[in-house]
């Protein structure tokens, strides 16, 4: 199948999409901020550049888009039938740079969580979730 914007529509399409500040995103930080939980966001320090860090509590969370990393759920397991082959071998390199800044945030003293697009359905489950998340005792601060 060909695509059905010609090369320059197709570029302009792709540089609207937003890295930061989806609204998967924004979800998890209203939630978040409801709880209690105060944020930063973005921390280029870290490994990964979490899309949101409670630096008291050394909690990095990442909140994921289901295809884009590869989910095991029907959206994350969708691969398009057009170019598979890039869009295998990119979904790829995704999992292996998210494996690879877990355990380089491990290593770091942060503890990791990622949300998932898919789970933002079942609010109450993720609501239940983050409230354990700000609940957990965290280390002391590395002086």
Do not use: Q
């Amino acid at each position: 199948m060909t695509d059905v914007y010609p090369p320059g529509k197709r570029s302009a399409v792709k540089r609207r999409v937003e890295g930061s500040g989806t609204s998967p995103e924004l979800a998890v930080r209203r939630l978040i901020w409801r709880l209690g939980g105060r944020y930063r966001l973005n921390r280029r320090d870290l490994p990964g550049k979490p899309d949101i860090v409670l630096p008291g509590r050394r909690l990095a969370i990442f909140v994921h888009g289901c295809f884009w990393h590869g989910h095991d759920c029907a959206r994350g397991a969708r691969v398009p039938k057009a170019n598979r082959d890039y869009w295998v071998a990119k979904v790829t390199r995704n999992r292996t740079r998210d494996s690879a800044v877990l355990v380089a945030l491990h290593a770091a003293g942060w503890r990791v969580e990622t949300v998932w697009e898919c789970e933002l359905k079942d609010v109450e489950a993720l609501e239940a979730r983050v409230s354990r998340w700000l609940r957990m005792d965290h280390p002391a601060p590395e002086a």
